[in-house]
């Protein structure tokens, strides 16, 4: 993909395979008076995404409605695709285990929702799923590569964690220039995540797409470098504070 981007053209399709006529299968078609699925099942045909490097792409619609599958069938005509589930993690402190100055480190965990001193310590199994989520994008975004793809976009977090992370990944995708692929059932963090693409899925009919209007001005330098002295600073509510990293504890998923 060029620096002007590209119009990509998709076409998701997938075939019901009917199931093994059992004894409990017919008994459900019996009971309820269906049959089986069968036959070539079509999510989106020739569906054209204006696609531009360093955009933030979001697929929002029900469980079920095709939106993980054309957010995998984009990322398979780009390249420079990073999947956080598919991001392998050390056995080591979080603080150690990405790939940035010590500073920078700082910096993007506290992006990434893991502020807290006592957290970054602990080693991924010592985390909770929610965390290790973030942790998770946290390292995908440390390898800045050209996308990010992240399905299921902040369902393991509580509303609140969710929004502030949705937020953060607007203004990380703003200054990195990284493009963000993402996917979610949840509506309430749009506001925050502010898309460049959001693509309304339904189940039966083609994507409503909407393009983000106002022009930010998308930054390119590094939003990861910040300045750390070798003292901490107090924060507005008096803890210590280096990096964005507090010494307080919360319990958030």
Same mark, same amino acid.
């Given at each position: 993909?060029?620096?002007?981007?590209?119009?990509?053209?998709?076409?998701?399709?997938?075939?019901?395979?009917?199931?093994?006529?059992?004894?409990?299968?017919?008994?459900?078609?019996?009971?309820?008076?269906?049959?089986?699925?069968?036959?070539?099942?079509?999510?989106?045909?020739?569906?054209?995404?204006?696609?531009?490097?360093?955009?933030?792409?979001?697929?929002?619609?029900?469980?079920?409605?095709?939106?993980?599958?054309?957010? #995998?069938?984009?990322? #398979?005509?780009?390249?420079?695709?990073?999947?956080?589930?598919?991001?392998?993690?050390?056995?080591?402190?979080?603080?150690?285990?990405?790939?940035?100055?010590?500073?920078?480190?700082?910096?993007?965990?506290?992006?990434?929702?893991?502020?807290?001193?006592?957290?970054?310590?602990?080693?991924?199994?010592?985390?909770?799923?929610?965390?290790?989520?973030?942790?998770?994008?946290? #390292?995908?975004? /440390?390898?800045?590569? /050209?996308?990010?793809?992240?399905?299921?976009?902040?369902?393991?977090?509580?509303?609140?964690?969710?929004?502030?992370?949705?937020?953060?990944?607007?203004?990380?995708?703003?200054?990195?220039?990284?493009?963000?692929?993402?996917?979610?059932?949840?509506?309430?963090?749009?506001?925050?995540?502010?898309?460049?693409?959001?693509?309304?899925?339904?189940?039966?009919?083609?994507?409503?797409?909407?393009?983000?209007?106002?022009?930010?001005?998308?930054?390119?330098?590094?939003?990861?470098?910040?300045?750390?002295?070798?003292?901490? #600073?107090?924060?507005?509510?008096?803890?210590?504070?280096?990096?964005?990293?507090?010494?307080?504890?919360?319990?958030?998923?």
């Amino acid at each position: 993909m060029n620096a002007k981007g590209m119009r990509m053209r998709l076409q998701v399709a997938y075939e019901f395979v009917p199931p093994t006529a059992t004894v409990a299968v017919r008994q459900v078609m019996d009971h309820f008076g269906i049959g089986v699925e069968q036959g070539r099942h079509e999510i989106v045909s020739d569906w054209e995404l204006p696609l531009e490097p360093g955009q933030l792409v979001c697929f929002v619609g029900d469980s079920g409605s095709g939106k993980s599958s054309l957010l #995998r069938a984009t990322a #398979r005509q780009l390249t420079g695709v990073v999947d956080i589930q598919q991001v392998e993690l050390e056995e080591v402190a979080l603080i150690d285990a990405l790939p940035l100055p010590f500073a920078e480190s700082l910096n993007l965990l506290s992006s990434c929702g893991l502020s807290e001193a006592q957290l970054i310590l602990r080693r991924p199994a010592e985390l909770s799923e929610g965390q290790r989520y973030r942790f998770r994008m946290a #390292r995908a975004i /440390a390898e800045q590569p /050209a996308w990010v793809l992240a399905d299921e976009f902040t369902s393991a977090l509580d509303r609140t964690t969710a929004k502030v992370i949705a937020f953060n990944v607007r203004r990380l995708c703003d200054r990195l220039g990284i493009g963000f692929l993402t996917a979610t059932t949840h509506e309430d963090v749009l506001d925050d995540l502010q898309p460049d693409l959001c693509a309304i899925c339904r189940l039966g009919s083609q994507p409503e797409l909407i393009q983000r209007t106002d022009d930010a001005g998308k930054k390119k330098e590094s939003a990861l470098r910040t300045t750390c002295g070798s003292a901490g #600073r107090l924060d507005a509510t008096g803890r210590t504070s280096l990096g964005g990293i507090t010494a307080g504890m919360t319990w958030a998923s």
